[in-house]
């Protein structure tokens, strides 16, 4: 559910090309190696990267956000989508990164 819900997010806050390439490649790359977590279930190190490219897409994705939120002349409707998904896909992640951690702690992780 975590990745089904991030890759939507992800597909709408890049639909509208305001973000740049980098926003999408990074959140697309963190949600390959969510799935490599789960087809790996015995796999520690798949889930802390997923943890750990989670925890920084969330820097990231402040910094495309803050830098490229255009100003209030040029806000579409679809813009306005766009960027609303990116927000709530970055206020999402926190949690995320909770259940990606409890998940951690069950496969065996201190």
């Excluded at 790359?29 to 490219?53: C, E, K, N």
């Excluded at 579409?76 to 970055?90: C, T």
């Amino acid at each position: 559910a975590i990745i089904l819900v991030h890759w939507l997010l992800t597909v709408w806050g890049s639909m509208n090309y305001m973000l740049p390439l980098s926003y999408a490649w990074g959140n697309f790359s963190v949600l390959a190696v969510g799935i490599w977590a789960i087809v790996q279930r015995d796999s520690l190190d798949a889930i802390t990267m997923f943890l750990t490219g989670l925890l920084l897409t969330v820097l990231t994705d402040i910094i495309h956000i803050s830098i490229f939120y255009p100003s209030h002349d040029f806000l579409s409707d679809a813009k306005r989508f766009s960027i609303g998904m990116a927000i709530f896909s970055l206020l999402l992640k926190p949690v995320s990164c909770y259940l990606v951690y409890r998940m951690y702690r069950e496969r065996g992780g201190e």
